[in-house]
DNA sequence: ATTTTATCTAAACGTTCGTTTAGTTATTTT
DNA sequence: AAAATAACTAAACGAACGTTTAGATAAAAT
């Protein structure tokens, strides 16, 4: 990743790696959301100082736009297979628990980090943050919509009913895994899915 | 109401109502959450001194506990309703409609105050809070139950698989009222009920 | 070997937070 | 009318926030 701002000549080589931190801060903010992660609990956190964390990534902000890429890269690997298999709507149900069994509590994580952020930032004007979660909404809403024109004899009302019926769910599944079990979580998707 | 403390011989008489400034003090709690929300906003919003929230509510959390206590006395109105109805498994879906109506955008109000509030606290210890969310979770679970079980023929593990649905359904029904049109969300509940 | 400079630590910055206090005003009690 | 006191206004409190700065350290460039 190298530091978000332009590279100079080195005097002094740094004794972190910017990736690792970055993950670690992920994790933080994952569990804790932003407002609730002081720049105090990410020093100690990352295991850098306060200045360390000013000089790659701008500010607060800066890192948790750093931190939210890196977890679409981690999305992403769950988003490609989805989109690159080819059982239909088959498919989104296992996307859905292959999504979900990411959100569960490793570390004490709540929910999917995108979603919780989306929430968070809800009523928020920030640009850049909206603009990471409405391209992340919308892919996700296009893959659907592809699956299930593929899948089956849908008429164009219903695509877009049951595409719609979908996002819904991933979207109140992710909320709900803040706060239900997996069992709880399983048998949804599987009640979700019986009238698609 | 009157006054959370001890009432004592008056002087001079309060020059607002409690019950009102609650009310206000329940829609902007509504529209940003607990810990986005300051005591400056909450001045503003109320119309009267820091002195007079302080010496009426105890704190922020006493003034926050009456704006949830006042919401829930509304989402009374719709539960006792839908307890009070005896068509069945449709009683549930015309409850999800009430509570989604409610949710709806007045002011600027951002789906459920309760659903909201367990989302933000899920992480926190705050027991009062909890005590407040787990008994609602626990009611509406429970009425899930019985209806499920007047209303046909359904084996006593069913009825707990589809309260279980139910309650993630109505919990991530309230956290995407936050986010989507009213069009999508009707959709969304008719879709929930097609295997109910 | 000296100079230069990026990175480090640690302290301090200005704001804002929730909360409290000091002093004034208005109403009741004597 | 005077005394007592609850409710008011406005200023101040300490703590925590995100951010910046000053000075020490270490590696590269000369």
Same mark, same amino acid.
């Given at each position: 990743?190298?530091?978000?701002?332009?590279?100079?000549?080195?005097?002094?080589?740094?004794?972190?790696?910017?990736?690792?931190?970055?993950?670690?801060?992920?994790?933080?903010?994952?569990?804790?959301?932003?407002?609730?992660?002081?720049?105090?609990?990410?020093?100690?956190?990352?295991?850098?100082?306060?200045?360390?964390?000013?000089?790659?990534?701008?500010?607060?902000?800066?890192?948790?736009?750093? &931190?939210?890429?890196?977890?679409?890269?981690?999305?992403?690997?769950?988003?490609?297979?989805?989109?690159?298999?080819?059982?239909?709507?088959?498919?989104?149900?296992?996307?859905?628990?292959?999504?979900? &069994?990411?959100?569960?509590?490793?570390?004490?994580?709540?929910?999917?980090?995108?979603?919780?952020?989306?929430?968070?930032? &809800?009523?928020?004007?920030?640009?850049?943050?909206?603009?990471?979660?409405?391209?992340?909404?919308?892919?996700?809403?296009?893959?659907?919509?592809?699956?299930?024109?593929?899948?089956?004899?849908?008429?164009?009302?219903?695509?877009?009913?049951?595409?719609?019926?979908?996002?819904?769910?991933?979207?109140?599944?992710?909320?709900?895994?803040?706060?239900?079990?997996?069992?709880?979580?399983?048998?949804?998707?599987?009640?979700?899915?019986?009238?698609?």
């Amino acid at each position: 990743m190298s530091s978000v701002f332009t590279e100079r000549k080195m005097a002094r080589k740094k004794e972190y790696n910017e990736h690792e931190v970055v993950e670690k801060a992920m994790h933080l903010f994952w569990r804790n959301g932003y407002e609730t992660t002081s720049m105090q609990m990410l020093e100690k956190e990352m295991g850098i100082n306060k200045f360390s964390i000013y000089s790659s990534f701008g500010n607060k902000h800066g890192l948790f736009l750093e &931190s939210l890429k890196n977890y679409k890269k981690k999305v992403n690997l769950i988003f490609e297979k989805f989109k690159n298999a080819d059982n239909g709507v088959e498919d989104i149900k296992q996307f859905f628990y292959d999504s979900i &069994s990411s959100n569960f509590k490793k570390d004490g994580e709540k929910g999917c980090l995108l979603t919780n952020t989306y929430n968070e930032f &809800s009523d928020n004007e920030d640009e850049l943050i909206r603009e990471h979660m409405n391209t992340f909404m919308d892919n996700l809403k296009l893959s659907f919509i592809e699956k299930l024109q593929k899948d089956g004899t849908r008429d164009e009302a219903t695509v877009i009913k049951q595409a719609n019926y979908l996002l819904l769910a991933k979207h109140g599944l992710a909320a709900a895994a803040r706060v239900n079990t997996p069992k709880e979580i399983e048998d949804y998707i599987e009640m979700t899915f019986v009238n698609i």
